[in-house]
């Protein structure tokens, strides 16, 4: 009879294996591989969830899941959702060497100065970021605030204390296919920061196993 009881009660207490179904849920510890794609830093490379954060901004917040793998820099993933469709946002932040590469940095600099749609036309493509950027790119977004929180916050309400986040005026340019955007996060304290996205499917994630933790 003891025995009978030690069975049942096992079978109550064994938790359910976590299945991964769609990439807006994953976490820390997490594994994802990417299918074949142009970039070749990711094309068919597994990625490890590093950390998960969030940005905050007045009409919308973001999940950023930070990836560890190969990229020096690492990768930063997103899932972007509207009520017709879901899709990736893989990005890399690139120091400013890599942007006096792409642009002239006098028009670079006028994304910053003001909202009259800045059209960035590419110079050159350093060989690291090989069919991440395109040709050109139109100004969309200028001077954005919002707010970026070390932290998961999928499941929990934002802090409303001042110094719960790092606020910050966010940038964007993006070219017509709507597949490719130059981005900056301009902080506080004066760090910027510049990130170049491509927009993929979801199907472009060609499988997930939950962390084994």
Same mark, same amino acid.
């Given at each position: 009879?003891?025995?009978?009881?030690?069975?049942?009660?096992?079978?109550e207490?064994?938790?359910?294996?976590?299945?991964?179904?769609?990439?807006?849920?994953?976490?820390?510890?997490?594994?994802?591989?990417?299918?074949?794609?142009?970039?070749?830093?990711?094309?068919?490379?597994?990625?490890?969830?590093?950390s998960?954060?969030?940005?905050?901004?007045?009409?919308?917040?973001?999940?950023?899941?930070?990836?560890?793998?190969?990229?020096?820099?690492?990768?930063?993933?997103?899932?972007d959702?509207?009520?017709?469709?879901?899709?990736?946002?893989?990005?890399?932040?690139i120091?400013?060497?890599?942007?006096?590469?792409?642009?002239?940095?006098?028009?670079?600099?006028?994304?910053f100065?003001?909202?009259?749609?800045?059209?960035?036309?590419?110079?050159?493509?350093?060989?690291n970021?090989?069919?991440?950027?395109?040709?050109?790119?139109?100004?969309?977004?200028?001077? #954005?605030?919002? &707010?970026?929180?070390?932290? %998961?916050?999928?499941?929990?309400?934002?802090? /409303?204390? !001042?110094?719960?986040g *790092? #606020?910050?005026? &966010?940038?964007?340019?993006? %070219?017509?296919?709507?597949?490719?955007?130059? /981005?900056? !996060?301009?902080?506080? *304290?004066?760090?910027?920061?510049?990130?170049?996205?491509?927009?993929?499917?979801?199907?472009?994630? /060609?499988?997930?196993?939950?962390?084994?933790?």
């Amino acid at each position: 009879m003891k025995n009978l009881f030690k069975s049942v009660f096992s079978k109550e207490e064994k938790k359910e294996a976590r299945q991964l179904h769609h990439p807006r849920d994953l976490d820390v510890g997490d594994i994802l591989k990417f299918q074949y794609l142009p970039q070749s830093e990711i094309s068919n490379q597994q990625f490890e969830v590093e950390s998960v954060n969030t940005y905050d901004f007045e009409d919308r917040k973001l999940t950023e899941f930070a990836l560890k793998g190969d990229v020096q820099g690492g990768i930063f993933l997103t899932v972007d959702e509207t009520d017709d469709e879901a899709f990736l946002s893989i990005a890399r932040k690139i120091p400013r060497a890599d942007v006096e590469i792409l642009f002239d940095l006098d028009t670079f600099s006028e994304l910053f100065d003001n909202d009259e749609h800045t059209l960035l036309n590419r110079l050159n493509e350093p060989n690291n970021l090989e069919n991440w950027t395109v040709k050109q790119y139109r100004q969309e977004i200028f001077a #954005e605030g919002g &707010y970026f929180h070390k932290g %998961d916050y999928r499941q929990r309400a934002i802090p /409303e204390s !001042e110094d719960s986040g *790092d #606020e910050f005026e &966010y940038y964007l340019a993006i %070219d017509d296919t709507r597949n490719y955007t130059i /981005e900056a !996060e301009v902080y506080d *304290d004066g760090e910027t920061e510049v990130i170049v996205t491509i927009r993929r499917p979801i199907t472009d994630i /060609e499988d997930m196993w939950p962390s084994a933790k």
